[in-house]
C-alpha cells in the first residue's frame, strides 16, 4: 500500500535543510525502488517548506518508522508531518 508523507519544515529552516539534504537523500535510496514520487513542497517563490513522498510499505507503521527516521525529522527540521494511506488511481 502506498502512503504520502506530507511534512512541512519550521519557519526559518532552510539551513538546517540545506545541511541535513545529503542524509536525506541517501536515507531515501534506501528505499528508492519503492518510492512513487518525492520533492520538496514549495511556497509561491519556488523555495523550499516541506517534503512530500509517496512510498510503498506493508502497513501503517512502517510509514510512521520511516517518516520518523529521516535525517530531516531526526534533525527537528519539521514543524509537522502526516502520513496517510494513498491509493493510486492516475495514471492507470
Avoid at 528508492?32 to 516541506?50: V, Y
Avoid at 517518516?67 to 508531518?81: K, N, R
Amino acid at each position: 500500500m502506498y502512503f504520502a508523507i506530507h511534512c512541512i519544515d519550521k519557519p526559518g529552516s532552510a539551513g538546517l535543510r540545506a545541511a541535513t539534504r545529503p542524509d536525506h537523500l541517501d536515507y531515501l535510496g534506501k528505499v528508492a525502488d519503492r518510492i512513487l514520487a518525492g520533492g520538496p513542497l514549495l511556497d509561491l517563490d519556488g523555495n523550499p517548506l516541506g517534503s512530500l513522498l509517496i512510498v510503498e510499505f506493508a502497513d501503517r507503521k512502517s510509514a510512521y518508522d520511516f517518516a520518523a527516521g529521516d535525517p530531516y525529522a531526526q534533525a527537528g527540521l519539521f514543524a509537522s508531518t502526516a502520513v496517510t494511506a494513498w491509493r493510486r488511481v492516475f495514471p492507470a
